[in-house]
Every structure is written in C-alpha cells, then in structure tokens.
C-alpha cells in the first residue's frame, strides 16, 4: 500500500522523525541527574557524552527534510541506546524511543515503498 500523495506522506513522517528526535535529545538532557545520584556519578566524559549527543539528536532534527535524514537517526538510535550503560532506566526509555522509531520507518515503507530511498519533497 502505498500513500495517495506521496508528497505529502513524506512531510508527515519527516516531521513526525524530526519530532522524535527532538524528544530523545530533550530526553538525554535528563540523564545526568540520574547519574550524579549513582555510585560513580557524574564524571566529565559522562557529561560531555550526554550533551553532545543531546545536541546531536536535536540537530538531527533539522535535517530531516534531506535525502540522508532518516539514515542519520537511524544511525543515533544506537547511541541513544548505549546511555543504558550510564543509568539503567535509559535502557527502558531509550528502547521505547528506538521501537517507536523502528514503527516509524515501517510506516514509511509502507506509504513510501522504501524506509531510506529518497522521498518526492519539493
């Protein structure tokens, strides 16, 4: 099944990934406070590692409107999974978001025909 207006199919489902992305970066500023209450706490690279990639998410955001978008939050998702390493409830809240997005490029596949190809955007 594909979209009747692929055009427009395309906007909905970058906006919808852009709006995901912005999320799980808003999501990751979270985590440092989590992690100064743990045993080793807050060290530096930890710190630096959480507000790059919470950067990097919302900057990713933007670029959902090019060819290349959806292959560059795809590639995050990893990232944003492996905070599970610093503080144990990102596993759940970063599997959550990382399930959603994989729901997301299936509707993309679906209305599109291809999860990565390029979409119709003027």
């Known amino acids: 099944m594909t979209a009747p207006d692929p055009v427009r199919a ?14 799980e970066g808003i999501a990751t500023l979270f985590v440092p406070r989590g992690i100064a209450q ?10 630096t ?4 990639l919470a950067v990097v998410l ?8 090019r060819e290349r978008g959806v292959l560059i939050g795809t590639v995050l998702q ?8 610093l ?3 990102m596993w759940f809240v970063a599997g959550a978001f990382v399930l959603i997005w ?3 490029l299936q509707v993309r596949k679906e209305l599109l025909g291809s999860p990565w190809g390029s979409r119709p955007i003027p």
């Open 10 to 23: 395309g906007r909905a489902l970058g906006g919808a990934a852009a709006g995901l992305l912005v999320l």
């Open 38 to 47: 743990d045993g080793a706490g807050l060290t530096a690279a930890r710190l």
């Open 49 to 52: 590692y959480l507000l790059v």
């Open 58 to 65: 919302i900057l990713a955001a933007g670029v959902q409107r």
């Open 78 to 85: 990893v990232p944003l999974l492996l905070t599970g390493l």
């Open 87 to 89: 503080n144990s409830v």
């Open 102 to 104: 994989l729901y997301l």
